[in-house]
């Protein structure tokens, strides 16, 4: 498997040996362009001045070639090459290097010379140039000339070719394109040690952190990673992963107590269970204490299908089995109906009930749902006041939001202890008292409903006794269609799914 090192040291390389070759090409191109250039100017220059020298009278066309060096065209290791032909295609002049051999006759104008490559005689790369023209007319010193007085004198032409190697353009390019290779390695070696020292260091936290990560297991959930000294780039890697490893640790300790709290509070049911059929089976007994026996069982098992009741909706609700199904609802309603089953136990406490809701006008929200929400706070509040005391039910709205507030009175909690309620399993010694038989799950559950419900739940409790539970519900107006209602749905539980046909909304 490759290693991240070794794709980065590869690629960066790579990248660089192209640049490199690239800038080597285009480097080694211009200078061959250039250097073809200066030789190009000699020739054109060679050839002007060899045009120079030359002059036509009455009869004939001369040259003054022995002004000029002529040793290079004469033959030798690296000759150049010169022949001259008139008008009419005879061989007007040819260098001694060509011997018998003749150049191809290409030319151009003297302003405009025609250049190009091509295989010298001797069979080497050669450069080429052509160039047609006229040469001066020999005159006196009067400044006539015999030629032009002579009758049907016409001015002649020459077709010039000159011709030298390519050495002076292509052995500078060679050695320059060895050199710019030497370099171009040198540089790619250097650059690679300088690499993989260079990511080797800066990928030494990485491999620190995958050293941490690699240590944990479910028995060390509670570490966290190390930020410190941590480049910039895994600060954020580090915090999520310490984030995760928090919920992973607090999901695991759940996990572990779940068991032990399930356990520990069936036991008590199942011991009362057990103890009561015991004794009413020890001896022979009336008909009416053996009723009495199974009453007594019956509230058990009651209390014991409460509770698993509740441990099934919370086990469904975190599945996501569980969704919203809007629809209109009045509020009031949905609290009056919800507060029935327990106007009888209130009454026999000699509670006092305060009512102070708002005007009553229709919300979208889920019925059934807002109606376990309100019948597992009034329980609560029920359970917890006391003899004598007092619950208040509020309603009021506060910035777009359906505010339900159930308070009561006898609260033995104090302020720090109120955040925890909704923990599974959670119960204040000093707040058992007459409800030691509860389980801990109805405000957990109130919880996980009113998520479902898109909203939010608070619980108080304050120095003078008076612990309430506050439930912030979307006031959503009642004019919503019915794909309304079922987009609301879909909004407040994305995860579930939507029952009902919604083909209507087109």
């Not at 389980?439 to 739940?457: D, E, I, R, Y």
Request: glycine residues 10%.
């Amino acid at each position: 498997m490759r290693s991240v090192r070794a794709t980065l040291v590869v690629g960066t390389v790579t990248a660089m040996a192209v640049v490199l070759a690239g800038a080597g090409v285009i480097l080694h191109a211009i200078l061959r362009h250039d250097l073809e250039q200066k030789l190009d100017s000699v020739l054109v220059e060679s050839a002007r001045l060899l045009a120079s020298t030359m002059e036509q009278g009455a009869k004939k066309v001369d040259g003054e070639f022995h002004e000029f060096d002529m040793r290079e065209l004469e033959q030798g290791e690296r000759p150049g090459y010169l022949q001259l032909w008139l008008e009419d295609g005879s061989v007007f002049f040819r260098s001694r290097s060509l011997g018998e051999k003749d150049l191809a006759r290409e030319a151009g104008t003297i302003d405009a010379p025609l250049l190009r490559s091509g295989i010298l005689p001797d069979y080497r790369p050669g450069r080429f140039l052509g160039v047609t023209f006229t040469p001066r007319v020999d005159r006196r010193r009067d400044g006539t000339s015999k030629a032009e007085e002579t009758p049907g004198w016409k001015a002649r032409t020459v077709t010039m070719v000159l011709a030298r190697g390519r050495e002076p353009v292509d052995e500078p390019a060679a050695r320059m394109a060895v050199f710019i290779a030497s370099v171009s390695l040198m540089a790619i070696g250097v650059s690679t040690a300088l690499l993989w020292w260079i990511i080797r260091g800066s990928l030494r936290p990485l491999e620190r952190l995958a050293a941490q990560i690699s240590l944990l297991d479910e028995h060390g959930l509670s570490s966290r990673i190390d930020e410190g000294g941590a480049p910039k780039e895994l600060l954020s890697v580090a915090a999520r992963l310490n984030d995760l490893l928090g919920r992973l640790d607090a999901a695991f300790r759940r996990e572990r107590t779940l068991s032990a709290d399930v356990a520990h509070e069936l036991r008590t049911p199942i011991a009362g269970l057990r103890s009561t059929i015991e004794v009413t089976l020890a001896r022979a007994r009336d008909p009416g204490q053996y009723q009495e026996a199974l009453s007594d069982c019956l509230g058990i098992t009651l209390k014991l299908q409460h509770l698993v009741d509740r441990i099934l909706s919370l086990a469904r609700l975190d599945s996501g089995q569980i969704v919203s199904r809007p629809e209109r609802v009045l509020p009031n309603e949905v609290l009056r109906s919800a507060w029935k089953p327990y106007e009888g136990r209130a009454s026999s406490l000699r509670l006092k009930i305060e009512w102070e809701l708002m005007a009553d006008r229709e919300v979208v929200t889920d019925p059934s749902l807002l109606g376990l929400v309100l019948r597992n706070a009034f329980e609560n509040a029920v359970d917890h006041v006391g003899g004598g005391g007092w619950i208040r039910i509020e309603t009021f709205e506060e910035r777009e939001l359906l505010k339900i507030r159930v308070s009561n009175s006898g609260s033995a909690l104090t302020p720090e202890q109120a955040g925890h309620v909704f923990e599974r399993f959670w119960r204040g010694d000093a707040a058992r008292g007459s409800a030691a038989h509860h389980c801990g799950l109805g405000l957990a559950l109130v919880k996980q409903c009113v998520s479902v419900l898109g909203g939010t739940v608070s619980a108080s409790s304050n120095m003078e006794g008076v612990f309430a539970l506050t439930i912030s519900l979307p006031a959503r107006a009642a004019g919503v269609s019915a794909c309304g209602v079922a987009a609301a749905a879909t909004t407040l539980y994305p995860g579930g799914r939507v029952l009902g046909d919604t083909a209507a909304c087109g």
